[in-house]
């Protein structure tokens, strides 16, 4: 198992893509803190997943962009599983809603950067101090990030696009201390996101026009956020890797 005895905190943990990493992570030997905000049920289903697969977990709810629940988060991981963090994976944020510029408000365009780009700096803050060298930070970034978003989605890719740089930045600091900072930006994944936020329709064409003509899966994105978090993959940082099924290069 590629990552038996390492601790992992996975923000947004509980449902689609943050439950994927989740279960993957445990089925590769992590102890697995799984962060919800909203739903326990989602996340009370996710660590039943985990135990179904033989794994180690706990849930713990924290709004990420308080700083004093991040810390309480990082507080609870320790208690259960000892003094170093080896994982971080940032997969809370959100689009919240499509919006015009016209439409929005300061505090909505608050919401939405500090859900996708303060929240990572609260837990990296709050992690890193425990994170020993050859620990791991993956970042969730995604494609609208790098092509300004669909309609109404300015300030959610204007956020993404943000924390690619912040992903840079990261690398810079925490290499030095043998820590990696990635970033995956993920494409047209199968998950409640866009059943909430894309019209059929428009699924049905975007998946068409990639290489691949079909949406992604949570288990896809999963098994390469494995990868950045294991030792394979021990001289890569910096990087935000499009998994997008060749709709976009980078």
Known sequence: ??????????????????????????????????????????????????????????????????????????????????????????????????????????DFFDLVMDMNLKSVFLAVKAVTPFMPKGGAIINFTSLAGRDGGGPGAAVYATSKGALMTFTRGLAKEFGVKGIRVNAVAPGMIATAFHDTFTKPEVRGNVANATCLKREGEAKEVADLVVYLASDESTYITGTNIDINGGLSFS
């Open 1 to 106: 198992m590629r990552l038996k005895n390492k601790v992992a905190i996975v923000t947004g943990g509980s449902r689609d893509i943050g439950r994927a990493v989740s279960v993957q992570f445990a089925k590769e030997g992590a102890k697995v803190v799984v962060n919800y905000f909203g739903n326990q049920a989602n996340a009370d289903e996710t660590l039943k997943l985990i135990k179904e697969a033989g794994g180690e977990a706990i849930i713990v709810k924290a709004d990420m962009t308080k700083s004093a629940e991040v810390d309480a988060l990082v507080a609870k991981t320790k208690a259960a599983f000892g003094e170093e963090i080896h994982i971080l994976a940032n997969v809370a944020g959100g689009l919240v809603a499509r919006k015009t510029t016209a439409e929005m408000d300061e």
